[in-house]
């Protein structure tokens, strides 16, 4: 069975789905608009990217 079925799976699918929608929502209302849309997904990945490796750094102390 994969890892990602059998290790906390939801944190990571949630924060990777769930933060670039907020910044879609955030910057779409900014003067950016559209500009802002397109940015908010890779601007998302990275912080999911950069909060898993904080936790993964965490847990393995």
Known sequence: MQRSLTKRPI???ILLFALPLMLVYLLSATPMGV???WLSV???WALADAIGIGYYLKKKQ
Request: hydrophobic share 20%.
């Open 35 to 37: 500009t802002g849309i």
């Open 11 to 13: 944190t990571g699918s």
């Open 42 to 44: 890779p601007i998302g």
